[in-house]
């Protein structure tokens, strides 16, 4: 952690910021390996750009956050003290400060009152520096989440099929997410039919019918706090509709072309581009509604973005989502999804579940 | 959902502000009953002073927002545009805008660019008048949660017992918290032995030993989306240590007179002090290290604090915990916690399991 610090004091010191201050989150779980509440009680990591980080708990939750393994110097404060006066008699001198991008707002304020003289800005540039580009821990970590997810997806068949409820199978599938090796279930899509051209559909009663296409995007985090998130599209037995097998075929062609071209050295939006022309050369364009994916680590989504207009150069050790998809109105879609992350060698892709329709 | 507008619409206008600005959470959820994902494409709702509100969603989730059942108008953006620009065209003249205090800090600096002349504060003070006071459905939904963990603390016997670790038990318990009802669980804290000291503890790998306290403080959340929490002091067979035996006695009676004491007419400060001068007297007035309690509902934590300085007059419709403790760093610990509602008879306590402390 010592290094994540030092590398974040010497980012915000290049940024013109004095400190940062972060909240219960990702960030501060990167940062301290502190997976702490976001409660109503300030919990604050205060890495100024000299001198040493702290973390500011509440007194009660000073053993807790000695037994996650923090290796940082605790203040504390009691129950009827304001830390934010604290905090700003700790930091007389801040000119400016950045604030962790995921604070909530009357925190956002609480600064403003207790250092009026202070500019504030988003830590977010600081800190992503640091996350977008993952360690060797980090990727092992991914690697982990992905196969884990993959098992659950090799064990779909056990519960999707025709007279069941999206919800039902839903339900199997988070307990197998769990079984198969996650500390949390994150989010379980199981949109069938109609419901399978809304991309953020989740779970209804809809009773599945033979013959449906069924969106199956399935995430969680495993015990080391990395997320997986893979997106297969099944059917529910008996054969595809032909315009629906071909839309289907085409959005396989672009799914690995985009997994050919991902690499260092591309641009995000150049891998959103190659698939987005396969789909619209096949008349497709239109039904490609959504942008082709998102960085993942310690959150399901983060940087770096792959979408139009995001001129980023992909570098070794940036990990995110290759998906695209299609998606007709109240009648069907589909959506094929993998983890990918940059390597020295190109790419290593970290699902391998078949990604043609899978008919049960 | 209408009533809560229009009472949030009142409330804003007296406060002087032009409008609020709401995100995904608790504030969202109780305003259009959407249970919005907190990702980082903007949701909103944006409720004006005059005018109908309506929602902000980008258009990939319109089906999502419109499964979901909600009643209000929706604006939507594609994946390229920018949904801050989007909500300052239309709100041209709004000079004072609140915002939801869980707001992200990005947030709250991306409408300051897009609405530079305009002052920001946090909604809360709005929204905190409405939540505040639970209406009749709440308070059956905050019944139901509170039955709920009450049947998961009836059967924490099958699985609390000397020679098991606390995350073992901890697994059986969240597993219970669903089977007997819950969408979610919220968190499982079991502190056995020294770990019982620990208010904020979790679940660790300690093996569980003949004779220890062990602290079973359990929530979830229903599919209404109201929140339970309560907590029981077990024994892991034997006996109690005399000198803990005593202080359990002193503790049951502060919760008793709490809980006595507790109803419309009185602060919320006036409670924790009724149970803090018991403990006081008795000589453990420093081992009783945390508030009495919290505002529940929608969220585990929330408004009212029971904490000295809180001179809050209780209403009926508000709900808290009443949940004094004792806590010997490194030794044992021992907290009683229920649930309580201000009704126009008193007080009705929504958790009925034994408060005694419970010999396994």
Redesign the interface.
Known sequence: MTTRWSRAQSEAARQGLDALLITPGADLRYLTGYDA?P??RLTCLVVPSEGDPFLVVP???R??AE?SGVEIALETFG??EDPFQLVASLLPSATSVG???????????AWHDVLPETA???A?TVIRELRLRKDAAELEALREAGETIDRVHARVHEWLRPGRTEREVGADIARAIVEEGHETVD?VIVGSGPNS??????L?DRVIEEGDPVVVDLGGTTHAGYCSDSTRTYLAGGTPDPQYAEAYTVLLAAQTAQRAHARPGVTAESVDAVGRQILADAGYGDLF???TG?GIGMET??EP?I???NELVLEEGMAFSIEPGFYV?GVHGARIEDIAVCTADGLAVLNDRPRELVVL
């Open positions: 509440k409660l109503e007194a009660l939750e053993a807790a037994a129950e009827t604030l962790d991008n995921h604070m909530w707002a009357e925190r956002v304020f504030f800005t988003t977010g989010f051209a809304s991309p953020h559909h989740e209804s509604i959504h942008r998102h989504h983060e973005y979408v139009e207009g109105s």
